[in-house]
């Protein structure tokens, strides 16, 4: 069986750069991708909007053509699946990694479809396969979703919206300009900061007028099939009438994937150890790149300032010859 020179854990705007620079200094290597290209990208919101503006999200150097500032969602599907195909990217898509494991200085890679050997890791898979649960009674009811893509299947129902994230605030606002009742479930004291700049006047004034109802240090404590319980600052429970609930209350990475794999994770953030000049964890030759890097701490790794990875990892791979 052949020993590739790097395999990468991961598909997405990284994991995709990674291949480019490993492809610019002659190293076989093969990425391995459980969804589609680009999955977490496609799996966003419909008429998902970057904060970033194009030059931003370019990987390789390759210019991201955009009309618009600020491009979405199918923009970026273009672009990085068109660099795929036009590159041809050596990449298994639909196959999942399901183990990691090092003999003799050479990682044997167990998926769901085959096995490969490699002498150098990328783990880039970002944190968007694992909802962050709420853990309270009903919160696995089909009502439920922690994925939102598009309005148009909420319109006239009676949806709460948790958080006030990029995602809560388009989801909330999005239903309810489709007809929805739309009751927003806060834990904080007001909209995040991190709200799109262009978009944070938008709910707050919905909120204002009163056409947005948001609960402002509340939180869910039970779902049922047809209302929703929940307990207001003054420490009261409330129940209201409910169809669905969109939870947006972000997502994590595969923490148990990355310490099986023998990756050590620090303090209350579960932030994976690697070596900030070169991404090398504590597994020699294992290296992470792109948002995975940030354990817990989802906020702290985008496209714009991760691309830097795959240069430092390929080159210390290239310098460890």
């Known amino acids: 069986m052949e020993i590739l020179d790097i395999l990468i854990v991961g598909g997405g705007p990284i994991g995709l750069n990674c291949a480019l620079e490993a492809q610019n200094n002659n190293l076989s290597y093969i ?99 694992m909802p962050n649960m709420m853990n309270i009674p009903g919160e696995h009811l089909p009502k439920v979703k922690h994925y939102y893509t ?34 927003m479930i806060i834990r904080h004291s007001e909209i995040s900061e991190n ?28 779902i049922k099939e047809r209302s929703v319980l929940f307990r207001n600052e003054k420490g009261e429970i409330h129940e209201i009438e409910n169809d669905f609930v969109l939870a947006m209350t972000g997502y994590l990475p595969d923490f148990n994937f990355l310490k099986d794999a023998g990756i050590e994770l620090e303090n209350d953030c579960l932030k994976p150890f690697y070596n900030p000049e070169t991404m090398e964890t504590n597994v020699k030759n294992l290296y992470l790149a792109g948002v995975v890097c940030g354990g817990k701490d989802t906020h702290l790794w985008f496209i714009e300032n991760s691309r830097i990875h795959a240069k430092m990892i390929v080159q210390d791979i290239v310098a460890e010859g």
Request: glycine share 4%.
């Open 195 to 222: 709200v799109k700049y262009w978009v944070k006047p938008d709910i707050e004034n919905r909120i204002a007028e009163g056409t947005i109802t948001a609960h402002f240090n509340a939180q869910i404590t039970e």
């Open 150 to 183: 598009e309005p148009y299947p909420y319109a006239r129902q009676k949806i709460v919206v948790v958080g006030s994230s990029n995602s809560s605030v388009d989801a909330a606002l999005e239903t309810y300009r489709k007809g929805a009742e739309v009751t």
């Open 31 to 129: 990425i391995i991708e459980k969804g589609t290209i680009v999955n977490s990208l496609y799996n966003y919101p419909l008429y998902m909007r970057f904060f970033s503006t194009a030059d931003k999200l370019e990987i390789a150097e390759i210019p991201f053509i955009s009309a618009a500032p600020k491009p979405g969602r199918q923009e970026a599907l273009e672009y990085y699946q068109g660099i795929a195909r036009q590159r041809n990217l050596n990449i298994k898509l639909y196959e999942k990694v399901l183990q990691i494991s090092n003999k003799d200085g050479v990682f044997e890679i167990q998926t769901s479809k085959s096995r490969y050997l490699a002498k150098n890791v990328v783990i880039s898979t970002g944190f968007y396969d």
